[in-house]
């Protein structure tokens, strides 16, 4: 695991203190793979130039209200004001897209390049800046992830951030439709926008 402090004050936290809050609110293997997307987008971000302790936070935080319960969700999108279209959807969207403005209220966090990230780290979309796009797919190709398209994954994001967003993209889709689950409008953007138009 990587050791070092943040330096630019952009949350109220030390990088040790963040770990102690993500470690206390998820279970351990949750929190394995939290270490691991931290670690991917680190070395993402070296690699495209994403300032590094951004990658980190939002890496860190990223799942943080994965293990709420759906009670808790709905309450935050009526108490936040969201868009009650939000409702029809579940724990996948709701983690990121309603745990951002959770993050923001109970953390005291108001980066909005890493609010933004963590909000759409599941879906996507088609205005993803280079922190948005290395969180997305260190989530991906973190070392715990074992399903069989992460080798490809991990070499494509190795030499080409947005081929690795498209290939990412298309197989989560290809996934979800043959489980016959809804497609977040945000996700379709993001395929049309990223890999309708790229041989990946
Ligand atoms: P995780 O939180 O580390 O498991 O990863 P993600 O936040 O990327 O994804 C959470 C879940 O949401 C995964 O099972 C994805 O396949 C799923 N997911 C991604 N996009 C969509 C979508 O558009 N609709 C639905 N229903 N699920 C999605
Ligand atoms: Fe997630
Ligand atoms: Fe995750």
Redesign the pocket.
């Known amino acids: 695991m990587c050791e070092f402090d943040y330096q630019l004050n952009l949350i109220p936290l030390t990088r040790q203190e963040l770990l102690s809050t993500v470690c206390e609110k998820v279970s351990k293997k949750r929190f394995k793979?939290i270490l691991g997307v931290e670690q991917a987008a680190i070395e993402l971000a070296k690699r495209y130039e994403v300032s590094i302790e951004k990658a980190s936070i939002a890496a860190l935080l990223h799942?943080y209200c994965?293990e709420l319960s759906d009670e808790q969700f709905r309450q935050a999108i009526v108490d936040y004001r969201l868009d009650s279209e939000l409702l029809d959807w579940?724990n996948?969207?709701w983690?990121?897209m309603v745990g951002r403005f959770i993050i923001e209220d109970v953390l005291d966090i108001h980066d909005v390049e890493i609010l933004h990230a963590i909000e759409i780290?599941?879906?996507g979309s088609n205005q993803m800046n280079l922190l948005d796009k290395v969180l997305y797919v260190a989530?991906?190709i973190e070392a715990g992830r074992s399903f069989p398209a992460v080798e490809a994954a991990r070499l494509i994001a190795a030499s080409n951030l947005d081929a690795a967003v498209a290939y990412e993209t298309s197989q989560?889709l290809l996934?979800?439709i043959r489980q016959n689950?809804?497609?977040?409008p945000l996700?379709l953007q993001t395929y049309n926008h990223f890999c309708a138009n790229m041989l990946v």
């Open positions: 793979h799942d994965k579940n996948n969207i983690h990121g780290h599941t879906t989530d991906y989560t996934h979800l689950v809804p497609i977040h996700t």
